[in-house]
């Protein structure tokens, strides 16, 4: 793996406010390479020191493997969620917010 785009990847989901999430397909977007596979692999392997539980699926729902306690820490960052999913509509991150 990449150690810049994993430092990258890491530096923009640190800056995902409470209460917003972004899709990892949104993060390789703000990196400007790599895509949503690749994000997964440097979440999957480096991402348990930022907040994982705000990068969510394209379907507004946290990683498979951590779902229960993903909706648990979304629920204490008080995300609008619809369900078992994160309400993409209100919660979603806007490309272009600052970060990255």
């Given at each position: 793996m990449d150690?810049?785009?994993?430092?990258?990847?890491?530096?923009?989901v640190e800056q995902i406010p409470p209460g917003q999430v972004a899709t990892y397909g949104d993060i390789a977007e703000i990196v400007g390479r790599g895509g949503p596979r690749?994000?997964?692999h440097v979440m999957a392997l480096l991402?348990?020191?930022v907040p994982w539980w705000r990068v969510v699926r394209a379907d507004g729902r946290p990683a498979r493997s951590l779902e229960e306690p993903g909706l648990r820490l979304l629920?204490?960052?008080?995300?609008?969620?619809?369900g078992d999913r994160v309400d993409m509509e209100r919660a979603r991150l806007r490309?272009?917010?600052g970060i990255g």
């Amino acid at each position: 793996m990449d150690d810049d785009y994993a430092e990258l990847v890491l530096s923009v989901v640190e800056q995902i406010p409470p209460g917003q999430v972004a899709t990892y397909g949104d993060i390789a977007e703000i990196v400007g390479r790599g895509g949503p596979r690749q994000v997964g692999h440097v979440m999957a392997l480096l991402g348990g020191g930022v907040p994982w539980w705000r990068v969510v699926r394209a379907d507004g729902r946290p990683a498979r493997s951590l779902e229960e306690p993903g909706l648990r820490l979304l629920r204490a960052d008080k995300t609008p969620l619809k369900g078992d999913r994160v309400d993409m509509e209100r919660a979603r991150l806007r490309i272009g917010s600052g970060i990255g």
